[in-house]
């Protein structure tokens, strides 16, 4: 499974880091991503980082967002800055596995608001 | 690469098939997977490579298509089916979603 972090309220151009622990599995050896979800709106695939540590990322995020890991830890961190009210939305971790994300954590609420 | 669910959403009741379509905006192979979303939860994986129903899963789900056009098919909707259904491709990044297709109680 994936254990995600709390989420938080950050006020306009604030920044904030989401974790994403793995457990039962070895993060490294899989692609891990983050998918978005605003109020109301659909899902919105945000960043990708591959086994080989290449980072994928969607326009609306690109420059803003980044990923880290800690393989000790066994964990990724979405590490969110200038952020905005239109990046309010639920966060969620995902494995990619043989054709999709199969595995989700349970998603982090992350509010934009002064 | 542009998903495009048809329809937006669709009432049924119990019981009924229940077809919903995702056409590609270029050819993806069979690199798609079917994802049921239910508020307040994660998403859940139901079909990947278009046809290959996930572990778990139950059987009245199907998936069909490659190329551009893919279909995924309820053969008896159930109560726990109301939820709002996502397509995703996998051909290249980014890896978009579908707007989503939400199956509401007729």
């Known amino acids: 499974q994936l254990v995600q972090s709390e989420g938080g309220l950050v006020q306009p151009g604030g920044s904030l880091r989401l974790s994403c622990e793995a457990s039962?599995?070895?993060?490294?050896?899989?692609?891990i991503n983050w998918v978005r979800q605003a109020p109301g709106k659909g899902l919105e695939w945000i960043s990708s980082v591959t086994v080989a540590g290449i980072y994928y990322e969607s326009d609306s995020v690109r420059g803003r967002f980044t990923i880290s890991t800690d393989n000790a830890k066994n964990s990724l961190y979405l590490h969110l800055s200038g952020l905005g009210a239109e990046d309010t939305a639920v966060y969620y971790c995902?494995?990619?596995?043989?054709?999709?994300?199969?595995?989700w954590g349970r998603g982090a609420m992350v509010t934009v608001s002064p | 690469i542009q998903l495009t669910q048809s329809p937006s959403s669709l009432s049924a009741s119990v019981g009924d098939r229940v077809t919903l379509t995702c056409r590609a905006s270029?050819?993806?192979?069979?690199?798609l997977a079917w994802y049921q979303k239910k508020p307040g939860k994660a998403p859940k994986l139901l079909i990947y490579?278009?046809?290959t129903l996930q572990s778990g899963v139950p059987s009245r789900f199907s998936g069909s298509g490659s190329g551009t056009d893919f279909t995924l098919t309820i053969s008896s909707l159930q109560p726990e089916d109301f939820a709002t259904y996502y397509c995703q491709h996998f051909n290249s990044y980014p890896w978009t979603f579908g707007q989503g297709t939400r199956v509401e109680v007729k």
């Open positions: 995902a494995r990619f596995f043989t054709g999709a994300f199969d595995v």
């Open positions: 270029q050819g993806i192979n069979s690199n």
């Open positions: 039962g599995f070895t993060l490294r050896s899989h692609n």
């Open positions: 490579t278009a046809s």
